[in-house]
T-cell receptor, first 118, second 113 residues
Framework: EAGVAQSPRYKIIEKRQSVAFWCNPI?????LYWYQQILGQGPKLLIQ????????DSQLPKDRFSAERLKGVDSTLKIQPAKLEDSAVYLC????????????????FGNGTRLTVT | SQQGEEDPQALSIQEGENATMNCSYK?????LQWYRQNSGRGLVHLIL?????REKHSGRLRVTLDTSKKSSSLLITASRAADTASYFC?????????????FGSGTQLTVLP
């Protein structure tokens, strides 16, 4: 099966500019996650979708970050305006829905988008 | 805040040796998962162990879980240079209607040829 696709692979912007990332999950996977991974740290969950509905966005900085998953398939994550501390790798992951909830299934990750804010 | 914390932060061994990484967590979990991340790539799932399981094997990997001590270990036997990567534990919690998977800060494993 095809894996999780993310684009772009790299992005360099200046602070206060805006940027968008795109993710295409594995076909049939109902749950989609966006994680932020700062260099030297583990991934931190930003937002979790179940089909096209948000089930957890408690750690999403909503004053500058937004995400959508139209039609329950592809997703975009946007930052506007970007700050220096947003420099990180943004990882998209998906998982199938099983009985008991999405976290009972392994996550399948894309290769991420490395964002550098100067 | 990170739920799971790996120990050690970095580990360097010779090819053929065994590598052991530990993960401690703070609250009750539904399951614990281990992932590998090669430099510049996404995370790859290795193994999932449920809270009612004590040990699981997959190829050269052995994972143990001690819920009384809130800890898990990942053992890689007969390591290879290709095992060089960062290894993360992730704990699956139940919080309201969301099923959260929270990652630790990782162990950087270097296997020297």
């Amino acid at each position: 099966e095809a894996g999780v696709a993310q684009s772009p692979r790299y992005k360099i912007i200046e602070k206060r500019q805006s940027v968008a990332f795109w993710c295409n999950p594995i076909s049939g996977h109902a749950t989609l996650y966006w994680y932020q991974q700062i260099l030297g740290q583990g991934p931190k969950l930003l937002i979790q979708f179940q089909n096209n509905g948000v089930v957890d966005d408690s750690q999403l900085p909503k004053d500058r970050f937004s995400a959508e998953r139209l039609k329950g398939v592809d997703s975009t994550l946007k930052i506007q305006p970007a700050k220096l501390e947003d420099s990180a790798v943004y990882l998209c992951a998906s998982s199938p829905t099983r009985g008991g909830g999405a976290a009972n299934s392994p996550l399948h990750f894309g290769n991420g988008t490395r964002l550098t804010v100067t | 805040s990170q739920q799971g914390e790996e120990d050690p932060q970095a580990l360097s061994i010779q090819e053929g040796e065994n590598a052991t990484m530990n993960c401690s967590y703070k609250t009750s979990i539904n399951n614990l998962q281990w992932y590998r991340q090669n430099s510049g790539r996404g995370l790859v799932h290795l193994i999932l162990i449920r809270s009612n399981e004590r040990e699981k094997h997959s190829g050269r990997l052995r994972v143990t879980l001690d819920t009384s001590k809130k800890s898990s270990s990942l053992l890689i036997t007969a390591s290879r240079a290709a095992d060089t990567a960062s290894y993360f534990c992730a704990t699956a919690l139940v919080s309201g209607s969301a099923r959260q998977l929270t990652f630790g800060s990782g162990t950087q494993l270097t296997v020297l040829p």
